[in-house]
């Protein structure tokens, strides 16, 4: 650690007077007091950029110099060190555990040593986290409480354990017998699976915001069955691509290659210049203790590269989100022996909904009771059939964001002559990647216009 002489030096930051201050920079022109450093530090977990702090390259607001992790005041250090133990020991992590979070109370994501919120150090690190998420959600679908069923896509004849190139949806476990109604759960775009609203929400709010179980729980009440779709998975991998970091070893695996390359003798110009690249990561890696990833996991996933993207193909029959939602209407939904259906759809499922009920209008709409747009991406063409104009009119909700009280009616200007299909009310949160989360009770008291559950919405 540099200070500064006992004597009382002034921090060049808050001009507070300090008998300590401290040079975190390269440069070591700036001499800052702890309680600066510790703003400074805090600031970057805020706006997600501690990650570069690790990577050499966060820097100073006062000299503009790369800020030195380990030269920041002790009192620091050990903060730091919880959030490095954020980093997986492998780099294909399957659980949450791996990351050092879990799901406390079962709702929300914590650090399983600090128990703080979740901290963003790269889009990979949150990519991978996220993944291991998915697996959890639908887990968690799976188990003694839930006992939902999980079912693979296109239908093949034969039963097998190998469904790498099919998709997987949802239902509950009285699906196929509930005479009742069902609700049926369509998901957005994106990087969101089976169980999921939206993946920021499941990492940085709870549960009860980021997934379908709030739904699954007042079908439950209402005797309803459920079905969720997964109109974003499409493709399978038929190849995975090599990450340029994949191919780097660990500290463990560079000792043992290191030996043994200490015995051979390089005598091509391929071997040099990858001896050169270990050598220089090398040199470029923090001491750390036993209990974190080592320097070179370190940089694997604070690296600013993206996942790479493996080779894929399209599934047969559920090659895009609208011939999924189809799929599954005309090969799971339509058997089901439910006299009365309900529709939940938030961002692009909108769109899948519109496409399905033009293409199986004559079938879908006698059952379909209610149906609730959340936020939803969905529009009237010229040549709509009247048929699906009236029933939106008078069966349809759409719960878009804005910071009005949830339920309230929104007056929005279109470009276009149709003008809303369906009346349109507030979610209750301006954040579009919330709204289904938010407004659950608002969707069910439009359902059921006779439920006695509490709810100070008026439609």
């Keep these: 650690m540099n200070t500064s002489s006992e004597k009382t030096d002034q921090c060049e930051i808050c001009c507070e007077e300090s008998k300590k201050l401290y040079q975190c920079c390269q440069s070591k022109k700036c001499s800052l007091c702890e309680s600066c450093w510790s703003q400074i530090i805090l600031s970057a977990i805020e706006k997600g950029q501690i990650g570069s702090l690790f990577s050499g390259t966060l820097m100073c607001p006062s000299c503009h110099q790369p800020i030195e992790r380990n030269q920041l005041p002790q009192d620091i250090q ?6 490095l133990l954020t980093i997986p020991k492998t780099k294909h992590p399957k659980f949450i555990e791996e990351f050092n979070y879990a799901y ?34 639908q887990s968690l679908m799976k188990n003694n409480e839930w006992n939902y069923r999980e079912l693979w896509l296109p239908i093949k ?50 549960l009860d915001i980021g997934t379908m179980f709030p739904y699954m729980a007042k079908a439950k009440e209402h005797n309803l069955s459920v079905i969720i779709l997964n109109p974003n998975q499409t493709s399978y991998i038929v190849e995975k691509s090599v990450d340029i970091d994949d191919t780097l070893p660990t500290n463990t695996e560079m000792n043992v290659t290191n030996e043994q390359k200490s015995h051979e003798v390089k005598d091509n110009k391929e071997a040099d210049v990858r001896d050169q690249q270990i050598s220089t990561t090398n040199e470029n890696i923090d001491n750390q203790t036993e209990n974190h990833p080592d320097g070179m996991l370190i940089d694997y996933y604070l690296s ?11 599934i047969p029959n559920l090659s ?45 709409l006698s059952t379909l009771s209610k149906i609730a747009f959340t936020d939803s991406v969905h529009s009237i063409l010229p040549f709509e059939p009247n048929e699906i104009k009236n029933f939106l009119k008078t069966n349809a909700i759409h719960f878009v964001a804005s910071d009005k009280p949830m339920g309230e009616s929104i007056d929005r200007a279109y470009d276009f002559s149709q003008g809303s299909i369906c009346e349109e009310v507030s979610a209750g949160h301006p954040k579009h990647e919330y709204t289904s989360g938010h407004c659950v009770e608002g969707v069910f008291k439009f359902f059921f216009p006779s439920d006695n559950n509490i709810c100070t919405t008026k439609f």
């Design 78 to 83: 050990p903060q730091l060190d919880n959030i």
């Design 104 to 137: 406390k109370d079962s709702q929300h994501l914590r650090h399983c040593i600090t128990n703080e919120k979740f901290i963003f150090l790269s889009q990979r690190h949150y990519n991978l986290l996220g993944s291991c998420i998915d697996t959890y959600i």
């Design 157 to 206: 004849e034969d039963n097998t354990d190998d469904h790498h190139d099919q998709v997987n949806i949802f239902t509950s476990n009285d699906f196929e017998t509930n005479e009742n109604g069902c609700l049926i759960l369509i998901q957005g775009s994106g990087v969101v699976r089976p169980g999921q609203w939206a993946r920021s929400c499941c990492i940085n709010e709870s």
């Design 304 to 314: 600013p590269r993206p996942l790479p993207c493996s080779k894929k193909e399209k």
């Design 320 to 364: 895009t989100s609208r011939e999924h939602v189809l799929y599954v209407y005309d090969n799971i939904i339509s058997k089901s022996p439910a006299k009365n259906f309900y529709i939940v759809a938030h961002s692009a499922g909108g769109d899948g909904l519109m496409y399905l009920l033009r293409k199986r209008q004559d079938k879908i």
